[in-house]
C-alpha cells in the first residue's frame, strides 16, 4: 500500500511539475509569415503539423490539436476524427467562438453519399481555428482536444487568417 501511495505522489509530483513548467516556460510563439500570402496549407495528422506555402514556398509551421479520434478519415458525426483529404477554406469568421476560424468545405459529396449509403449524418463544420475565446496565446491545449477540427495558437490562426483567402486550398493528410 506504501508503495502504491509513493508511486501515485510520484505521479501527482510529475504532473504538478509538467504544469508549472508549461505556465511558467510556455512555447514561444511561432514566427509569423513573412508577408506573403497563403496559397495552399498542408496539414500532417501524424506529425502534428500545419505548413502555410506561397506556391512552392513553405511560410510556417505550426503544431497542431486534431480531433479527439484523430486516426483515420471522418467518417460521421460526432466519431472525434479530423478528415482526410483536399478541401477549399470557404470562409473566414472573425466572430468565433474561437480566436477566429477558417471553415473547410466538407462535407464533400463523396462524404455525403458515404454517410447516405450508411444511414449516418457525415458531421461537418470542420475548421481551423485558434483557441477557445478567453485562453492564453502560447497554448494550443493538452493532447488532441477538437471535436474534428484542427486548432493551432493564437498567434498562428493570425498569422494564418491574415494571409489565407477564401478558395485557398487545405490538404490533410494521415
Known amino acids: 500500500m506504501k508503495r502504491l501511495a509513493r508511486l501515485f505522489s510520484f505521479a501527482l509530483f510529475l ?24 496559397t ?71 462524404d455525403i453519399i458515404r454517410a447516405n449509403a450508411g444511414g449516418f449524418d457525415p458531421g461537418g463544420d470542420i475548421m481551423i481555428h485558434g483557441q477557445p475565446n478567453g485562453h492564453a496565446d502560447s497554448l494550443i491545449g493538452s493532447g488532441d482536444w477538437t471535436a474534428g477540427c484542427i486548432a493551432v495558437s493564437n498567434p498562428a490562426i493570425r498569422a494564418i487568417f491574415a494571409a489565407a483567402e477564401v478558395g485557398t486550398v487545405v490538404e490533410i493528410r494521415p
Do not use: C
Not at 21 to 28: F, G, H, K, S
Not at 85 to 110: C, E, H, M, V, W
Open 15 to 38: 504532473t504538478a511539475t509538467a504544469f508549472a513548467v508549461a505556465v511558467l516556460y510556455p512555447r514561444p510563439a511561432p514566427k509569423p509569415s513573412t508577408g506573403g500570402k497563403i
Open 40 to 110: 495552399r496549407i498542408v496539414v500532417e495528422k501524424a506529425a502534428r503539423r500545419l505548413v502555410t506555402y506561397d506556391g512552392p514556398t513553405a511560410l510556417g509551421s505550426y503544431a497542431v490539436a486534431l480531433g479527439a479520434n484523430p486516426v483515420g478519415d471522418k467518417q460521421r458525426q460526432g466519431d472525434g476524427r479530423t478528415p482526410e483529404g483536399t478541401f477549399t477554406i470557404n470562409r473566414k469568421n472573425a466572430g468565433s467562438a474561437f480566436t477566429l476560424s477558417l471553415g473547410l468545405d466538407y462535407p464533400q459529396q463523396s
